[in-house]
């Protein structure tokens, strides 16, 4: 039966000593402060189970505070199973009792079980508690925006063919390998797409590299055609391996949609010479959500878009995570009205990156109660417009530089980076649970001044 705590603590709770172990024990008393958090948690984890039968398994308070260590010291999950078997202070933290000893995949199973609503939601009342204890006051913000990686390598048209030739087969072996087996056919041609990925790779001759690329594509295509036969025979399938069956043919549906679209964009760049759109670009048959995101002439990053706003107390009070590369000017407004459901007021003084800069967004704010919009770069704006005073808009455009800080802090050590959970809902659940456990630390840190 799942609970949501285990009531009795252990008998002895020794002293932290190190700088880790006394962050770990603030943070173990912001998390005891905010009991309603466990609510959302136990929620997420029993929503495909009954709470009332069954093993207990870890409580909703264990799986938060695992989740939170895992994101607090960047761990892999065979890490933290090793640390929450071999370190007192981490068990401590966790509550877990004498004998629980979680292994990798049961703290994979828990961990990913709440949801991104349910980390929004613990954000939320960690924020209220920030509030409460006069630790934040929202009067004060700075809003930025970053690019987060997914986890795909670079993406080339001709990895891109190799990859959906590469799926398709596999699936269409291991739809091959059920009993009774379907009748369709099938060949392997991944040893000679290898080869022609090669010689696109280091061949110096464009007329080489333009023939190894129509090699490719009538590879692809071919592969194509063999998965079409085979999806209707897997969807009529009637042996007693019929769900695997309808599983192997939704797969295959998939890889077969997208690889027709890397066989079109690919003949549009390489053989047309065409400029394709972002928008209609494949770069992963394995994070197929992932965007094509540019940031003035800087390096390409293959992931989202996520916007940040904090406080003078370095806390990130919101996170917005969009699909796309919106303009940042395009989401100022959005941002603010977040704020105000957040707090219940807007900021009085608000200072963004220049790329938020815009006529519209700085009379929406004033409109809205902000004293003081200032911009980092004023693009036609004056600063009495922005703000008060050149003192005031110096103040607060040196102001929004301490949230870069923030968001080379969530980078370096809260691995926001690169997000390695896969899918769309794991990659927000992720960036949360980052921004929930650096908030914790953050908190923790003015507790020990």
Known sequence: MRQKLNPQLGLFTPVAKTKIGKELEQMSRILDDTPELLQVVFDDLVKSKRADTGRKGLTAEQVLRCATLKQYRQLSYEELAFHLDDSAAFRRFAR?????????????????????????????LLINY?????????????????AIETAIHHPTDSTLLADGIRIITRWLMAGKALNPAPDYRYSNHNRVVKKRVMTILNSRKEKIRQEAYRDLLDYAQRV?????????????????DFLSAQGIA???????GLLNKVVDQTRRRVLNGEKVPASEKVVSFFEDHTDIIVKGQRDTTYGHKVFFTGGPSTLILDCLIEQGNPADSDRYQMLLERQQRLLGRMPRQVSADGGFAS????????????KDAAFAKRRGLSVLAMAKSQWVYKQLRNFRAGIEAGISVLKRAFGLDRCTWSGWDGFKRYVWSSVVSYNLLAMARTRLV
């Open 96 to 124: 877990l009792q004498m004998g629980q000893y979680p292994c990798k995949s049961i703290l994979q199973e828990n961990i990913k079980a709440i949801s991104e609503q349910s980390w929004e939601e613990v954000h939320r």
């Open 130 to 146: 920030a509030v409460k204890h006069k630790i934040e006051k929202g009067r004060k913000v700075r809003i930025d925006s970053t």
């Open 224 to 240: 194509v055609g063999y998965a079409l036969p085979a999806i209707a025979e897997l969807r009529d399938y009637r042996g007693l």
């Open 250 to 256: 939704e797969k295959l549906e998939r890889a077969s």
């Open 359 to 370: 006529k519209d967004n700085l009379a929406f704010a004033k409109a809205n109660q902000v």
